[in-house]
């Protein structure tokens, strides 16, 4: 099987974003890096899940790691009997599934694909956990593929020479528009707000573009309008916690105001994905809120006095008024008409 992660960034590389071998699952704790490079070691499903609530891995990262997390839960219950396997399974994939509210419903597509693996592992008398782990890297090879076809469909909207804004970090998508870029030839220029708490912007989405030969330039969350009136920025884009099938895209804090500066100086915004079937309206997301005081101070250093409260809702929604296109494996689709998406038959690749 061929590699989808070849020629993408260190962080991109399927060992670095999550891996189960012998008992274990390694996790890249990006909460750190690229200040330091440090994997957070899991011996248990419980501390996956634990790990992916405290945002050791975001963006696409708690996908694989979940996946992984399944294989690590296998191996735990490995002397229990057939049937004891599958209760044990299934509660380990509902906690690694719900570690984080927002993304509930596409954690569930990933664990539900380690229990079919799991069960045909035990038709076929074969070692559940190795058969999640290969289970996982195909899923992680689909989904590089996929995205790399989504990559293609947005680098038709960069210009030759073009200023690109983007919000937190998009993971596959950052990755997969780099390399499409430099293939065609296409000299751009990343913007990335900072995107405060976690700075994934200025640590995360800064580095692939760096380690894949990209310029970039960090600006701070409150920069982008002045930013877009001044550099010339030709386009923002963003990946999506969730697209729903009525236009709304949930993404990270932040992404509204910026797709509403952009609607303000005419620059196209496009969202990057697949959308999820399952959320026809935005009636059912359930935007996660996090412990408040992570906003009060940045990597370890509290900024205020005590006393002072914070507020830090996870994820905000974009109206789909505010959307250029949504850009997926089979083109760009109007955020009016993503229904037609589901009209021919689509593969899962969760």
């Not at 750190?32 to 891995?57: G, L, N, R, W």
């Amino acid at each position: 099987m061929e590699r989808k992660d070849n020629e993408l960034a260190f962080m991109l590389k399927y060992e670095n974003v999550a891996w189960y071998e012998e008992g274990r699952v390694k996790i890249l704790d990006r909460r750190i890096y690229p200040t330091k490079i440090e994997f957070v070691e899991c011996k248990t499903h419980q501390e996956v899940a634990k790990s992916i609530t405290d945002m050791v891995t975001q963006s696409a990262g708690p996908y694989t790691a979940a996946s992984m997390g399944m294989a690590l839960a296998a191996f735990e219950c490995r002397e229990f009997s057939k049937d004891e396997k599958m209760v044990y399974l299934k509660e380990a994939a509902y906690r690694l599934s719900h570690a984080r509210p927002t993304t509930v419903n596409r954690m569930s597509l990933i664990v539900d694909g380690c229990i079919k693996a799991a069960k045909k592992a035990m038709v076929d008398n074969k070692e559940v956990d190795q058969e999640i782990f290969k289970h996982t890297i195909k899923s992680m090879n689909n989904r590089y593929s996929k995205i790399e076809e989504v990559a293609k469909y947005l680098v038709d909207m960069f210009p030759d020479n073009g200023n690109i804004m983007t919000q937190c970090f998009g993971e596959t998508i950052i990755g997969m528009m780099l390399k499409e870029s430099k293939r065609r030839g296409k000299n751009i220029h990343l913007f990335c707000p900072e995107t405060r708490p976690y700075l994934q912007g200025a640590r995360l989405t800064s580095s692939v573009a760096y380690d894949q030969g990209i310029k970039t330039t960090v600006i701070t969350d409150n920069m982008p309008a002045f930013t877009m009136q001044n550099k010339k920025i030709d386009l923002f884009i963003s990946a999506a916690d969730s697209i729903c099938l009525d236009g709304h895209i949930v993404n990270k804090v932040g992404t509204m105001q910026i797709a509403i500066i952009a609607k303000y100086f005419g620059i196209p915004y496009f969202v990057t994905g697949i959308p999820d079937k399952e959320h026809a309206t935005i009636d059912g997301i359930n935007i996660e809120e996090r412990n408040p005081k992570e906003v009060l101070e940045c990597r370890g250093i509290r900024n205020t006095l005590d006393g002072v409260e914070g507020y830090y809702p996870a994820f905000d929604i974009t109206p789909p008024h505010l959307v250029s296109g949504v850009v997926t494996d089979k083109g760009i689709y109007s955020p009016y008409d993503l229904k037609r998406y589901y009209e021919n038959e689509t593969d899962n690749y969760w």
